[in-house]
């Protein structure tokens, strides 16, 4: 990293002291995020248009008005860009989550967060994509789906390890449910978005209350 240079009397003595790289540091760091976040919305911007599948790096390069060689200081690809992008809409929906306390209105807003943002959806046609969709909902919903299973435990005759299987299984289990009705539209979907997500808050209780009984 860069320093600045300046002179300090140490006694009868000169030294030379560093100075300025924790600010140097932090407004290069602030540049890197901007320019981050530049190529962020230009992929928001063409995805409203486009599938994952049809977007290229060009694209983004022209409505963001980068370089090549600022992409791919930050991303290997667009499946980078994409983890990026959802890693810090994780941040904006993990933190709505403290004014929810019900599971059903956790997923609820989850998946409507989800289906209202067009850069997300776009990816839902591409494998990759659906996993890093899938990938999303987990990250999302671990912590609901775990203090449902936690708070089941009201005895705390269950084991740790067990509690903490149910966690992982139903929450690998609800994102690959979420990630299902989303890649269906219209007429496929068998009822919409609320009812869905009230059968599936109903069928985790129930089946997680069924799980944490004593054997």
């Not at 407004?27 to 063409?46: N, P």
């Not at 409203?48 to 980068?66: A, P």
């Not at 007429?187 to 069924?210: D, M, N």
Request: net charge negative.
């Amino acid at each position: 990293s860069v320093h600045f240079l300046r002179l300090e009397r140490i006694g009868e003595n000169w030294e030379i002291k560093r100075q300025g790289t924790r600010r140097y540091e932090m407004k290069q760091q602030t540049s890197f995020l901007f320019q981050k976040q530049r190529m962020a919305e230009a992929f928001k911007t063409v995805s409203r248009e486009k599938n994952f599948s049809e977007i290229t790096i060009s694209e983004l390069l022209e409505v963001s008005g980068l370089e090549r060689e600022i992409f791919e200081q930050y991303f290997d690809d667009l499946h980078d860009l994409l983890r990026w992008i959802l890693e810090q809409e994780s941040v904006a929906v993990i933190r709505q989550y403290q004014l929810l306390s019900r599971l059903e209105d956790i997923i609820y807003y989850t998946i409507d967060y989800v289906e209202k943002n067009p850069h997300i959806t776009c990816c839902i046609q591409d494998p990759w994509g659906r996993e890093a969709l899938k990938e999303f909902f987990t990250t999302n919903l671990y912590r609901a789906v775990e203090d449902a299973v936690y708070s089941g435990d009201e005895k705390g005759e269950i084991s740790q390890e067990y509690k903490k299987f149910l966690a992982d299984f139903y929450t690998e289990a609800l994102a690959g449910s979420l990630v299902t009705f989303l890649a269906r539209s219209g007429e496929h979907r068998f009822c919409p978005l609320e009812k869905y997500t009230h059968y599936l808050a109903v069928t985790l209780q129930e089946t997680i209350a069924g799980a944490l009984q004593p054997k």
